[in-house]
Nanobody, 124 residues
């Protein structure tokens, strides 16, 4: 089993930055691709970014490309999402996820494990 815990959310003004963390525990975490998703009020959950855990290759949604950076620290079993130039439309609950495969994916149904989410609110 894999357990994921997000942290780092909060309230920030437009143009500001936040860094989310996703701490993982459980078996063979290092052999799984990871990702970030978000869900805004009244909307479906959507893909944000994903990372291949072994190679570090990354994949981003067009809406965050150039502003957000996904990274990982293998030694700490932790994944990060650095969010810069935040916009009010980035307001959402952000979830980290892991899948039983090495390669990244932008599809929610490809992920087997989910964190509880952390709220990010961007004021205008």
């Amino acid at each position: 089993q894999v357990q994921l815990v997000e942290s780092g959310g909060g309230l920030v003004q437009a143009g500001g930055s936040l860094r989310l963390s996703c701490a993982a525990s459980g078996r063979t975490f290092s052999r799984r691709a990871k990702g970030w998703f978000r869900q805004a009020p009244g909307k479906e959950r959507e893909f944000v970014a994903s990372i291949n855990w072994s190679s570090g290759s990354t994949y981003y949604a067009d809406s965050v490309k150039g502003r957000f950076t996904i990274s990982r620290d293998n030694a700490k079993n932790t994944m990060y999402l650095q969010m810069n130039s935040l916009k009010p439309e980035d307001t959402a609950v952000y979830y980290c996820a892991a899948r039983d495969a090495l390669t990244y994916s932008g599809y929610e149904y490809d992920y087997n494990y989910w964190g509880q989410g952390t709220q990010v609110t961007v004021s205008s």
